[in-house]
């Protein structure tokens, strides 16, 4: 009897314990998908996102094309000032715009490795929600393996329980 009690006891503990760990999984199963989602959503954006359209490359732009217009306008006034050939201006303003176009392949080079390292991050956060996943579904596996070694234990504990009142009752017929 007693330890058809104590057998009891642990399955009530081990049913109590598996809803527990179920309601946890739920829960982490939720801030999961809710942190997968807002992952999705980002990368979204991020992706379909013009780097050159991003506050950072139209401030840059603007700035290098400052840069040329007063480059542009310095060798003007040098030209004149110093009386250059019209073959020398315009060769010092070529110059001047190749430095402007190559900064603005430089420029639509970040923007690929901007692109590519967006990419390469969702691909990471891809794969740490792929491993958290997998850790979750490896816990429910555990504890549905506990919950049935709780089971089997209890039908061992059950069978002794009946052997045993079995083996009491041919004792006493047989005294």
């Known amino acids: 009897m007693i330890g058809a009690i104590t057998a009891g006891v642990g399955l009530a503990s081990s049913v109590y314990g598996g809803i527990k760990s179920a309601k946890a999984n739920k829960e982490a199963e939720k801030?999961?998908?809710?942190?997968?989602?807002k992952q999705d959503a980002f990368y979204?954006?991020?992706?379909?996102?013009?780097?050159?359209?991003?506050?950072?490359?139209?401030?840059?732009?603007?700035?290098?094309?400052?840069?040329?217009q007063d480059q542009a306008k310095t060798i003007e006034?040098?030209?004149?000032?110093?009386?250059?050939?019209?073959?020398?201006?315009?060769?010092?303003?070529?110059?001047?715009n190749e430095q402007y176009n190559d900064s603005m392949n430089n420029l639509a080079q970040k923007s690929t490795y901007y692109?590519?390292?967006?990419?390469?991050?969702?691909?990471?956060?891809?794969?740490?929600?792929?491993?958290?996943?997998?850790?979750?579904?490896?816990?429910?596996?555990?504890?549905?393996?506990?919950?049935?070694?709780?089971?089997?234990?209890?039908?061992?504990?059950?069978?002794?329980?009946a052997a045993m009142g079995k083996g009491a009752k041919i004792e006493n017929t047989g005294g």
């Open 77 to 96: 006034s040098k030209g004149e000032a110093t009386g250059a050939t019209a073959e020398a201006t315009i060769a010092a303003k070529g110059k001047a």
């Open 44 to 68: 979204d954006k991020r992706l379909n996102q013009d780097f050159m359209e991003s506050n950072a490359a139209k401030g840059l732009v603007e700035q290098m094309r400052k840069r040329y």
């Open 115 to 161: 692109q590519l390292n967006t990419e390469q991050n969702y691909q990471n956060s891809l794969a740490d929600m792929y491993s958290k996943r997998m850790a979750l579904n490896r816990n429910k596996a555990q504890n549905a393996s506990n919950l049935a070694g709780v089971g089997a234990q209890l039908i061992g504990t059950g069978a002794d329980v």
């Open 31 to 37: 801030q999961l998908a809710e942190y997968e989602r």
